[in-house]
């Protein structure tokens, strides 16, 4: 009987759905509706009857008929452009103009875009703010980040914004502010070519302005519609000034300005298969090159709480370490953040 609905489906778009694509899930619901992605295990279809698009696990899926055009990504590293038909929860046929057509095991297929000409159908963005106040000295801290996306078959760039402001009597502000910009170029199994462009403002380690330009490869170890880790390594240019801070007889003193070279190591894990809730987690070693034993490291995890209509709440930890801190006994800064936010 599912067949017959699911064959049916497959030419009732020629007369009034066009266009559109239909989802049969494994208790025998359909949804009919057009597919805008497939990320994190979730796929997002938009429908004419919600104000809001359906949101469903992957894995309940139990077949589908697409006439959206998509770019897919495989746990391979693969990238295809075309349709997807399937009748059997075990096999997914991919029809590419490119590649003829493929079987793949659903498993397999760990992203999905609709391919559309428009600017916003291939942007992903979220904010969220924090703030806490304790009567205490009249301890005050704000903090907030910003993320935005831009993602094409064979290239993405991502630009992420971190800063946190805290504030009390008789004590001097603490600031400190990051950004990442990063382009990433996809190639064949699982390899990318990376570069980024990083700066950090933090009045903790007396760092007025850090900046960070890289160049490198990376791979993927595990990309899957649960979960993906992967690593990079390349070289970047440090560029650095710093305010100033007190040497150690209580003196005013500005550690002289930085310029070097460096070879860097870094790896990301993102887990999203747990429902609502997500986790991501990244890691970056530096060591001078240009004389000198300096080592510096950069470590972030978020856990991130999916409410409806695209709201959230986050919790975060950053820390910073640097064997040769512009300020002594500052080898090591962190932060812990909460906050509230909205996503697109």
């Not at 694509?21 to 429908?47: A, C, R």
């Not at 160049?215 to 170890?221: C, N, V």
């Not at 190591?265 to 993102?270: C, D, R, S, V, Y």
């Not at 470590?299 to 064997?323: E, H, Q, R, T």
Request: one cysteine or more.
């Amino acid at each position: 009987m599912r067949k017959f609905i699911l064959l049916l489906f497959c030419f009732v778009p020629l007369f009034s759905f066009a266009q559109m694509d239909s989802l049969v899930m494994i208790n025998g619901d359909i949804i009919v509706g057009e597919i805008k992605s497939m990320d994190k295990g979730v796929i997002e279809i938009e429908t004419d009857y919600s104000d809001s698009n359906f949101k469903i696990e992957w894995e309940g899926i139990q077949s589908m008929v697409c006439n959206t055009d998509f770019m897919v990504t495989l746990s391979n590293g693969k990238r295809i452009s075309g349709k997807i038909v399937s009748n059997d929860p075990e096999s997914f046929k991919i029809v590419s103009d490119e590649e003829g057509t493929l079987d793949v095991d659903p498993d397999d297929i760990v992203y999905l875009k609709s391919v559309e000409k428009t600017f916003l159908s291939k942007l992903s963005a979220s904010i969220d703010l924090g703030y806490s106040y304790a009567k205490a000295n009249n301890l005050s801290q704000l903090n907030g980040s910003a993320f935005i996306g831009y993602n094409t078959k064979r290239w993405a760039l991502s630009l992420s914004l971190n800063s946190l402001r805290s504030t009390q009597d008789n004590v001097d502000a603490i600031e400190r502010n990051d950004g990442t910009l990063t382009g990433n170029y996809f190639l064949p199994y699982g390899f990318y070519g990376t570069a980024d462009f990083r700066y950090l403002t933090n009045t903790e380690q007396s760092i007025k302005l850090r900046t960070t330009t890289s160049l490198g490869i990376g791979k993927y170890i595990i990309h899957t519609n649960a979960a993906y880790w992967g690593f990079s390594t390349g070289a970047s240019f440090l560029n650095e000034s710093f305010s100033q801070t007190t040497d150690d007889a209580g003196d005013p003193f500005t550690k002289p300005s930085n310029n070097s070279a460096e070879w860097y190591i870094g790896t990301e894990i993102n887990l999203f298969d747990t429902g609502d809730l997500s986790f991501n987690t990244n890691a970056r070693g530096s060591r001078t090159l240009s004389g000198g034993d300096r080592w510096r490291a950069d470590v972030g995890a978020n856990v991130k709480y999916d409410l409806p209509y695209d709201f959230y709440v986050k919790a975060g930890y950053n820390m910073n370490y640097d064997s040769q801190p512009a300020e002594a006994g500052k080898e090591v800064d962190y932060q812990y953040s909460f906050g509230f936010g909205w996503e697109l």
